[in-house]
Nanobody
Framework: QVQLVESGGGLVQPGGSLRLSCTAS????????MGWYRQAPGKQRELVGI???????TYTDSVKDRFTVSRDNAKNTVYLQMNSLKPEDTAVYYC????????????????WGQGTQVTVSS
């Protein structure tokens, strides 16, 4: 199994910044796509930004030019730098990763973190 542990959420004023981190641990053979999703109250979970192992990045339109996804492959860690935060960014942010285990190196599975609350409010 792979465990994803997130950190960095909290309360921030509109226009402020936060940085989320997510570190994967376990009997990992390879980490593939890593990234972030979010779920606001009463809404479906949506993609925020994901980054492939080779560095290709995809963002949802609403966060382009404000959020940056990056990763440190040596640390099995993915980051989300959030700038110019807006009240509509308020949500629980979930780390997501596709990985394979040493025991089954050619079988990929999808994993989720427990979520971290981000609240943007004055």
């Amino acid at each position: 199994q792979v465990q994803l542990v997130e950190s960095g959420g909290g309360l921030v004023q509109p226009g402020g910044s936060l940085r989320l981190s997510c570190t994967a641990s376990g009997n990992i053979f390879r980490m593939n796509v890593m990234g972030w999703y979010r779920q606001a109250p009463g809404k479906q979970r949506e993609l925020v930004g994901i980054i492939a192992s080779g560095g290709a990045i995809t963002y949802t339109d609403s966060v382009k030019d404000r959020f940056t996804v990056s990763r440190d492959n040596a640390k099995n860690t993915v980051y989300l730098q959030m700038n110019s935060l807006k009240p509509e960014d308020t949500a629980v942010y979930y780390c997501n990763a596709e990985a394979s285990l040493r025991a089954t190196p050619f079988h990929k599975s999808n994993y989720w973190g427990q979520g971290t609350q981000v609240t943007v409010s004055s």
